[in-house]
Every structure is written in C-alpha cells, then in structure tokens.
C-alpha cells in the first residue's frame, strides 16, 4: 500500500505538480538549518584560506624584497663602476695637465632657461678663472666666464653666446663652432657648401684661441644642409661631453692651453767654426 501510495504520489507530482507549492515551503523552512549545518565547514574552509593567504603574501614579500635588495646591489655597483671609470678617465686628464687642472664638482644649473650656465663649487681662491676651459672625461664642456671667491660659473659649449675654434679630426679642415641655445644643437657656421665634411666626423679644439688646449674632443657632426640658398652649408653638431649630466669637472689654466716652445736645434760643429770665424772676423 504504501508503495503504491509513493508511486501514485510520484506521478501527480511529476504530472499534475501539486507538491511544488509544499516543497518550496519545506524548503524555505529547511533553509536555516541546512545554513547552520554549513557554517562549521565554512568557517574552517575561510580559516584555513585566510592562514594559507597569509603566508604565501609573507612569502612572496621576503622574496620581492630579496629581489629588490639583489636588484639595488646589482645598480649601486654598476654606478660605483661608471663613476670610478669617469674619475679615472679624469685623472688621466690631469696628469696629462699637471699643475694647470683643477678638480671641481657642479652644484647646480643656471636658473634661466635662455642661457646655458653651471655653477660649480671653486673660484678665485682655488685658483679658478675667467677664460679657463672646463672639460670632463668625454671632452669640452665649456668655459668660466664669471668667478667668485668659492664658486665659479661655466657657460657651456651649447649656450648661444658661445664659439670654439675646432678642427676636422678626419683631415684637419679648421672652424668655429657655434653654441645655439636651448634645445637647439651647436652650428659649424661660416663653412662653405663645398668643404670636405661629412657626417660623423669629429670635432676637435684648434687650440688657436688660446683658451681650450689643442686636440680636445667637442662634437661630432650630425646633419649637413648644403642647399641653403645662402653662401654658407648649414652644418648641425651633437656635443660629446656631459654638459648636462656630468657631476665631476676638469678647469684647465691658461698654462694648459699654451703651445709647447720648439726646441732650438743643436748646432753642428761646422755651424759653430763659421760662427767663430765671423765673430773674429
């Protein structure tokens, strides 16, 4: 009987749903105690994940900091190396110049965007002057114009009042570079269309000014305009010194920039009897 009861059941339902409306309401009210029933494993599931979770952020902290410490090292040397190489390169240069190369540090740019000035950190009582060339490792970097007695100010090679006679590296060709200002790249100007110049060559102190020393790098030419519709070639250069990042500078003295006497030539022996000979003469 009771079979037969389920079955009969079993087929209203399925057929006729006339259980639906009694099972929502047993469900509704079966609903809490099947949450109650839950909560236990849930809050030991959540537990469980929150401890893990933790964990492996403690993990993944003490390794991300690992690899900032092993990525910080790994910088900080390669800086200690580029600067022990620059300083080396710096000294190379002073004891090419001894007793006319003064060490100095810059300690901060010119505040006026139309000019290209640096102050660094001697002056007149470390025997800095105006005239002075101011060169780094890589090459010239500019010249002190105005002095102080602890600090000096340099104008650097790409300010616009600025000119050094330089040379053609590549066949000796002689010229003025000229500084262009702000955000503009240096000029060679006053060169015919015609002259033998050429992209990538380097440019060189003349040392016919008698202010920087002969054979110092400047610039290197990047761009050559011959069909100007002028007299001369529009020829634009890149600076190869640091002029706007080099911390540590090289004043050379008047004494660094003055030519080598010639040594007189010995005289022979037939030079000195013919000389006796017109004396006694």
């Known amino acids: 009987m009771l079979g037969l009861l389920s079955i009969a059941l079993l087929f209203a339902?399925?057929?006729?749903?006339y259980l639906e409306s009694l099972r929502q309401v047993v469900a509704i009210a079966l609903y809490p105690l099947q949450r109650a029933v839950e909560m236990p494993g849930e809050a030991f599931s959540y537990v469980g994940d929150y401890f893990s979770s933790k964990r492996q952020l403690a993990d993944e902290n003490a390794q991300l900091k690992q690899q900032v410490v092993e990525a910080s090292t790994a910088q900080a040397s390669a800086l200690l190396e580029a600067e022990n190489a620059r300083l080396k390169s710096l000294l190379d240069i002073e004891r090419r110049y001894r007793n006319a190369a003064i060490a100095v540090e810059v300690l901060y740019m010119g505040r006026d965007p139309f000019t290209q000035k640096?102050?660094?950190n001697k002056g007149v009582d470390a025997g800095v002057n105006a005239g002075d060339a101011v060169v780094d490792e890589l090459g010239v970097v500019g010249q002190v114009t105005r002095t102080y007695?602890?600090?000096?100010?340099?104008?650097?090679?790409t300010d616009r009042d600025h000119?050094?006679?330089?040379?053609?590296e590549r066949n000796g060709i002689r010229s003025v570079l000229f500084g262009n200002g702000t955000g503009r790249s240096p000029e060679l100007r006053f060169t015919a269309p015609s002259a033998?110049?050429?992209?990538?060559d380097r440019l060189l102190t003349s040392g016919i000014d008698g202010t920087y020393p002969p054979g110092l790098v400047v610039a290197?030419?990047?761009?050559?305009?011959?069909?100007?519709g002028q007299m001369f070639a529009r020829i634009s250069c890149r600076p190869l010194a640091g002029v706007d990042r080099s911390q540590y500078l090289?004043?050379?003295?008047r004494e660094a920039a003055r030519s080598p006497r010639p040594e007189e030539p010995a005289e022979t022996g037939?030079?000195?009897?013919?000389?006796?000979?017109a004396r006694r003469g």
């Open 13 to 17: 339902d399925t057929r006729f749903r």
């Open 163 to 168: 000119a050094v006679p330089v040379k053609i």
């Open 220 to 228: 290197e030419v990047i761009d050559i305009d011959r069909d100007t």
């Open 149 to 157: 007695p602890l600090m000096a100010e340099v104008t650097l090679v």
């Open 118 to 120: 640096l102050f660094v």
């Open 270 to 277: 037939a030079a000195k009897k013919g000389r006796g000979k």
């Open 196 to 200: 033998d110049i050429k992209v990538g």
């Open 250 to 253: 090289l004043v050379l003295g």
